[in-house]
T-cell receptor
Framework: GAGVSQSPSNKVTEKGKDVELRCDPI?????LYWYRQSLGQGLEFLIY????????KSGLPSDRFSAERTGGSVSTLTIQRTQQEDSAVYLC????????????FGPGTRLTVL | KNEVEQSPQNLTAQEGEFITINCSYS?????LHWLQQHPGGGIVSLFM???GKKKHGRLIATINIQEKHSSLHITASHPRDSAVYIC?????????????FGGGTRVLVKP
C-alpha cells in the first residue's frame, strides 16, 4: 500500500534561493505534519494541518517558512531566501485523525543550502 | 533544561538483553509518543500513550503521568533493534498544540 511520499528526496540549492518541498500523505489521512531534523540534532515540529482547520504554525522558525495544503491532500513547504542554517532533513507525516493518533512518516527531503 | 529529556543518550547491549530507555518531561501532556528512527533515517511510530502500558511484540511502553515519566522496554533485544529511539511529548491546548521531542537514545545491539 502507498505510504507517505516526499519529493524531491534530495535538494541542493544556493543561499538566497527559494525551495519547495512536497508531501503526499496517505489517502484518507486528515492530519499532516512537517518536521525538521538538522544534522546531529533532534526532531523539530514545524507545522500541522488538520482537516479544514487553520494550520498550527507555531513551530515555524521564521517568516521565510510557509506551508500550504491544497484540497486537504498534498502539502508544499516553501522556504524563501534559504540560509545555510536551513540545511536539514525535512520530514512529513500524516495521521488518520489529528494529534494523538499514530503518525506515518515519509522518507524525508534532505535539503542542503550552499 | 529541555522540556523532554531522554536517558541514556547511547546504549550498547548484547543480543538477548533487556533494554530500557527513559523519557522524562516537565510539562503537562496529553499523550506521549515513542518513535524509532532506523540507521537509514526512516521513522516509524511505535506507541502513542496517555496512561498505563502498551505492548507490541517485544516492545513495551509505560507511562506514569504523576511522575511525568515514560519508559520504553525492549525484551530479548536483537541487532535489528539498533536504531535511535525518540520520545515526544504532546500538548493539546486551545492556545496551540505542541509536540516537543527528546534528543533521542541511540541503541546498538551487538550479535
Amino acid at each position: 500500500g502507498a505510504g507517505v511520499s516526499q519529493s524531491p528526496s534530495n535538494k541542493v540549492t544556493e543561499k538566497g534561493k527559494d525551495v519547495e518541498l512536497r508531501c503526499d500523505p496517505i489517502s484518507g489521512h486528515t492530519a499532516l505534519y512537517w518536521y525538521r531534523q538538522s544534522l546531529g540534532q533532534g526532531l523539530e515540529f514545524l507545522i500541522y494541518f488538520q482537516g479544514n482547520s487553520a494550520p498550527d504554525k507555531s513551530g515555524l522558525p521564521s517568516d521565510r517558512f510557509s506551508a500550504e495544503r491544497t484540497g486537504g491532500s498534498v502539502s508544499t513547504l516553501t522556504i524563501q531566501r534559504t540560509q545555510q542554517e536551513d540545511s536539514a532533513v525535512y520530514l512529513c507525516a500524516s495521521s488518520y485523525r489529528g494529534l494523538g493518533n499514530e503518525q506515518f512518516f515519509g522518507p524525508g527531503t534532505r535539503l542542503t543550502v550552499l | 533544561k529541555n522540556e523532554v529529556e531522554q536517558s541514556p543518550q547511547n546504549l550498547t547491549a548484547q543480543e538477548g538483553e533487556f533494554i530500557t530507555i527513559n523519557c522524562s518531561y516537565s510539562v503537562g501532556i496529553s499523550a506521549l509518543h515513542w518513535l524509532q528512527q532506523h540507521p537509514g533515517g526512516g521513522i516509524v511510530s511505535l506507541f502513542m500513550l496517555s496512561s498505563g502500558k502498551k505492548k507490541h511484540g517485544r516492545l513495551i511502553a509505560t507511562i506514569n503521568i504523576q511522575e511525568k515519566h515514560s519508559s520504553l522496554h525492549i525484551t530479548a533485544s536483537h541487532p535489528r533493534d539498533s536504531a535511535v529511539y525518540i520520545c515526544a511529548a504532546l500538548q493539546i491546548k486551545a492556545a496551540g498544540n505542541k509536540l516537543t521531542f527528546g534528543g533521542g537514545t541511540r541503541v546498538l545491539v551487538k550479535p
